[in-house]
C-alpha cells in the first residue's frame, strides 16, 4: 500500500499552504520566497524539508540533518 504525501508550505512558522502535488509544492515555495523575500519551507508529510530562498536557490535540510547525525555517530 502506497502512501499519499502531503506538502506544506510555511514561513516563519505559519502554515502558507499544504497540497499533495509535489510539484505544485515546490512552485508555491519559490513563489511565496520571492514575494516576501524570505525563505520559505516546504515540509513533506514525512519531515523532509527544502528551503526555498529569494534568489532561487534550494537548500535540502532533510539531507544536511542526516549528514549531521551521520556524524556524530561516528
Do not use: N
Not at 549528514?67 to 556524530?72: F, P, R, T, V
Request: proline residues 3%; positive net charge.
Amino acid at each position: 500500500m502506497k502512501k499519499i504525501m502531503t506538502y506544506t508550505v510555511r514561513r516563519d512558522g505559519q502554515i502558507l499552504g499544504t497540497c499533495s502535488v509535489m510539484e505544485q509544492a515546490m512552485q508555491a515555495g519559490l513563489g511565496y520566497a520571492k514575494q516576501f523575500q524570505e525563505p520559505v519551507s516546504v515540509i513533506r508529510s514525512d519531515g523532509r524539508e527544502v528551503k526555498y530562498h529569494p534568489d532561487g536557490t534550494v537548500e535540502k535540510v532533510w539531507e544536511r540533518k542526516r549528514e549531521l547525525q551521520k556524524m556524530q555517530t561516528t
